[in-house]
């Protein structure tokens, strides 16, 4: 059961990130000894309007995550080769750049079977390796059926592996990804995978949504405090052109409605704006389809 004082304490502890973001357009996690060429470094790609193509960074190694689009990527990689392709779900606007990414590159492309231009079909529940590092895949359906993520593990020194959640379109920060194909219970339910992960994950959505996302987490919500700090933080990030992301799986826990169905203050606020009428209803994946449809209209 998440209480309030656990939440809090999560929230504190966000505050070392919020410092590493100000770092404009790149986000380091270098360990302190002398493994300089093996740090992994992950940094947003922007693309269309509100896109996010992830580029990681290893040993001189390079994959981007979702390139809907491949003239970003051209330009943010140079003369450098691209090492592979990662992709968590059928949509144009993550798939779109891999034909002529790969026309130039011949790299591997990972994700969904289903999808044309991937190579390597990624299995739900199976590990891989990639830039060296371990590599779990998850089956998240609910806003198409075929959605995956990603989660890269990187060992630190002090043994605490530290995880990176690479989830399209599913889970937002302070939102989730709208019901194009799967039903409330299976994002429900994927959702609840995804935050099952350990509060320090890193979380990297597909859409820079966060200001959006947090005025209808603040309506669903409106005595939770760290939704309040949460939207003067990414404000002042917005303010400066700085990306919101990543995110954690934490402050998720402490702000995101869709993730905090359990919550009776959220559950109220969506039975009485549910399209059914009806009163407080206690369960959860009943209190999450009432959000999703609630946002839809916000
Ligand atoms: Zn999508």
């Not at 109220?268 to 946002?295: I, M, T």
């Amino acid at each position: 059961m998440r209480d309030s004082v656990s939440l809090a304490a999560r929230t504190i502890t966000t505050g070392p990130q919020v410092i590493q973001r100000k770092l404009p357009y790149m986000i380091s996690f270098q360990l302190p000894d002398q493994r300089a060429t093996k740090m992994l470094s992950i940094s947003p790609i922007p693309a269309f309007s509100d896109n996010y193509i992830w580029h990681l960074e290893r040993d001189g190694a390079h994959w981007v995550v979702d390139p809907g689009d491949a003239k970003p990527v051209f330009e943010a990689l140079g003369d450098k080769p691209l090492g592979g392709i990662l992709i968590t779900h059928h949509h144009l606007d993550h798939t779109g750049g891999i034909a002529k990414l790969r026309e130039r590159y011949a790299c591997p492309v990972y994700g969904p079977g289903t999808i044309d231009g991937v190579t390597n079909p990624l299995a739900a529940g199976e590990s891989y390796e990639i830039l060296g590092l371990p590599m779990r895949v998850m089956d998240v359906p609910g806003h198409t059926l075929d959605h995956l993520a990603l989660v890269l593990e990187e060992g630190t020194d002090n043994g605490t592996p530290q995880l990176h959640l690479f989830c399209g379109d599913t889970l937002f920060a302070a939102g989730c990804g709208r019901l194009f194909e799967g039903t409330p219970a299976q994002m429900h339910n994927s959702l609840a995978k995804l935050s099952a992960l350990p509060p320090e994950t890193r979380v990297y959505c597909a859409h820079e949504y966060t200001l959006a996302n947090l005025r209808f987490a603040e309506t669903a919500e409106p005595g939770n405090a760290a939704v309040k700090s949460r939207i003067a933080t990414s404000q002042a990030l917005r303010a400066d052109n700085r990306p919101t992301l990543p995110s954690t799986i934490g402050e998720e826990l402490a702000t995101n409605p869709f993730l905090r169905c359990h919550i009776p203050a959220v559950a109220r606020r969506a039975a009485n704006h549910g399209a059914n009428g009806a009163n407080g209803d206690s369960d959860e994946v009943e209190v999450f389809a009432r959000l999703r449809r609630w946002k839809d209209e916000f």
